[in-house]
C-alpha cells in the first residue's frame, strides 16, 4: 500500500542520486581529487534539499498560487508546477554541486 510506495519511491531517489553523484564527479565537473565520502555527504544534503525545493515549488504552482488561474485544467497546472519545481531544483543543485560539492580549489583553477 501507501508505505510500499513511500519506501519504493525513497528507494528510487537514493539510486538516482548515488547515479548523479558518480555522473556529476567523474564527468559532469571532471573532479577525481579530494574525500569521496564528504563529497558524497554533500551531494546528498544538496539534493535533499533540491528535494524539498522541488516539491515546495510545485506544491505552491499546483494548488496555492498560479493554479487558481482559470481556463487551464488541474491535470494541467499539475504539470506546469512538476516542471516548475524541477527547473527550480536544478539551479539549485547545479549551483550547490560546482560551488559546494565539487569547488576546484583556486590554486587547480
Known sequence: GQLAYILLKAFSFICATTNSFFWN???T???KAGN?????????????????IDTVIATF????GLGHIGGITQNLWANIGALAG??????WNFLGYKYVVFKKSAEAA
Do not use: D, N, P, R
Open 61 to 64: 504552482v499546483y494548488s496555492y
Open 36 to 52: 569521496a565520502v564528504q563529497q558524497a555527504v554533500k551531494f546528498y544534503i544538496i539534493a535533499g534539499v533540491g528535494l524539498a
Open 25 to 27: 564527479k567523474f564527468w
Open 86 to 91: 524541477i527547473g527550480g531544483a536544478f539551479i
Open 29 to 31: 565537473f571532471e573532479f
